[in-house]
Nanobody, 120 residues
């Protein structure tokens, strides 16, 4: 089995920064892409940023220039550095691992989510 464990959420003032981490565990052979999605109350889950094993990135327009996604392929870990945070960034942030090949099979996986609250 594969598990994703997120950390780094919390409460921050507008203009502040947070760094989210997500580590994938299990007998993993490869992961195609890892990324972050978020869901605010009353809204649908939306893409924040993704990063493929080859280094291609995709960002939501609302976070371009403020958020940076990075990845440690050897550790199967993805990070999201969030700067210049705004109240509208408040949401539960979910880690995603897409195209996971592990010892017993393959699949896509989600973390349990971590709350990010931007408020003064």
């Amino acid at each position: 089995q594969v598990q994703l464990v997120e950390s780094g959420g919390g409460l921050v003032q507008p203009g502040g920064s947070l760094r989210l981490s997500c580590a994938a565990s299990g007998t993993i052979l490869s992961i195609n892409a890892m990324g972050w999605y978020r869901q605010a109350p009353g809204k649908q889950r939306e893409l924040v940023a993704t990063l493929t094993s080859g280094g291609s990135t995709n960002y939501a327009d609302s976070v371009k220039g403020r958020f940076t996604i990075s990845r440690d392929n050897a550790k199967n870990t993805v990070y999201l550095q969030m700067n210049s945070l705004k109240p509208e960034d408040t949401a539960v942030y979910y880690c995603n691992a897409d195209g996971v090949v592990y010892k017993l099979g393959f699949g896509d996986y989600w973390g349990q989510g971590t709350q990010v609250t931007v408020s003064s």
